[in-house]
């Protein structure tokens, strides 16, 4: 996936709220899906989606919307959730100071 179509993927389909700044080793966010839009793409409705810790290493700890449970409806879906799991782990590394190829395990 090239960075635009990643970065529409994840506008299209997921309002992310960083919960506080980064901390010394690791920054947490709450990511809910958008659901429902008005006619001028204002969004109306969301539902949880995901509460993720990452950490400087790039482990991570996610929980998935209602108790663990993720419902993803083809292919679609299911490019936007990696998307979001790219973009995620990328604003990580930016707000934790470290070089993305560490924190996302490229070579």
Known sequence: MTEDLIQQLV????????NGEAEVCHIDYHV?????????????????YLEATI????????TFG??????????YDIMAHLALIR????????????????IVGEE
Not at 11 to 18: C, G, Q, S
Not at 55 to 62: A, L, N, S
Request: net charge negative.
């Open 11 to 18: 506008e299209d389909n997921f309002v992310i709220r960083r």
């Open 32 to 48: 809910e899906k958008v659901t429902a839009l008005d006619g001028e793409g204002l969004v109306l409705e969301t539902e949880e």
């Open 55 to 62: 950490k400087w290493d790039g482990c991570c700890h996610i």
């Open 66 to 75: 209602d108790k663990g449970y993720l419902h993803l409806c083809g292919v």
């Open 87 to 102: 973009f995620l782990w990328t604003d990580a590394a930016k707000a934790l100071g470290i070089e993305e190829a560490e």
